[in-house]
């Protein structure tokens, strides 16, 4: 069982492949696109954790660690960045990374509120959270706008801003009852 392909109003998520490398290394080793992130990774890094991703979106799994290419169009015109899930011990970590010629268009607001749901819905997670360098207030306003709560306690320390939503909290906010988790 692999990962499965998830679709929002606007994106194809399809599950990170081998013909991604290139662009996950170009995200993921550009200093522009990280610095709201954290520090760019070193190339050899950055293909590493690409190949741990293709192994670990085999198992379909989402409680272990997942990575989704995010289209935009018919077809899967145009390619607008990537969205990972990174389990931690108490919380699924939401991650999204936006190409920039996407930045500003509310690319993370829609697939980390859609993320988080499908997590609750169908990974048995009780909590998700994001995080993001202090000076990130753009990301800050997505997390607001998503009703997620900053977080005390972040990992990676202070140097980052971290928000955090219940299942409970979500299922009042959006309304929906997520399936009992056996």
Same mark, same amino acid.
Request: glycine content about 10%; some cysteine.
């Given at each position: 069982?692999?990962?499965?392909?998830?679709?929002?109003?606007?994106?194809?998520?399809?599950?990170?492949?081998?013909?991604?490398?290139?662009?996950?290394v170009s995200i993921y080793t550009n200093g522009a696109l990280m610095r709201f992130v954290?520090?760019?990774?070193?190339?050899?890094?950055?293909?590493?954790?690409?190949?741990?991703?293709?192994?670990?979106?085999?198992? $379909?799994? !989402? #409680?272990?660690?997942?990575?989704? /290419?995010?289209?935009?169009? %018919? +077809? @899967?015109?145009?390619?607008?960045? &990537?969205?990972?899930?990174?389990?931690?011990?108490?919380?699924?970590?939401?991650?999204?990374?936006?190409?920039e010629a996407w930045q500003g268009r509310k690319v993370a607001q829609e697939v980390i509120?859609?993320?988080?749901?499908?997590?609750?819905?169908?990974? $048995?997670? !009780? #909590?998700?959270?994001?995080?993001? /360098?202090?000076?990130?207030? %753009? +990301? @800050?306003?997505?997390?607001?706008? &998503?009703?997620?709560?900053?977080?005390?306690?972040?990992?990676?320390?202070?140097?980052?801003?971290?928000?955090?939503?219940?299942?409970?909290?979500?299922?009042?906010?959006?309304?929906?009852?997520?399936?009992?988790?056996?």
């Amino acid at each position: 069982m692999s990962l499965p392909t998830l679709e929002t109003r606007r994106f194809h998520l399809r599950p990170l492949a081998e013909q991604d490398e290139a662009l996950y290394v170009s995200i993921y080793t550009n200093g522009a696109l990280m610095r709201f992130v954290g520090e760019p990774m070193a190339h050899e890094d950055a293909v590493r954790a690409f190949n741990a991703f293709l192994h670990s979106n085999q198992r $379909g799994d !989402l #409680r272990r660690a997942c990575c989704w /290419v995010i289209d935009h169009g %018919a +077809g @899967a015109q145009e390619t607008v960045g &990537l969205l990972a899930l990174i389990p931690h011990p108490d919380a699924a970590e939401i991650g999204v990374m936006v190409v920039e010629a996407w930045q500003g268009r509310k690319v993370a607001q829609e697939v980390i509120g859609f993320l988080s749901g499908h997590v609750f819905q169908y990974g $048995g997670w !009780l #909590r998700t959270f994001s995080r993001h /360098v202090r000076e990130n207030e %753009a +990301g @800050a306003g997505v997390m607001r706008r &998503l009703g997620f709560r900053e977080m005390e306690l972040v990992p990676g320390g202070a140097r980052f801003r971290g928000w955090e939503m219940a299942r409970d909290e979500w299922k009042e906010r959006h309304s929906v009852t997520p399936p009992a988790m056996t």
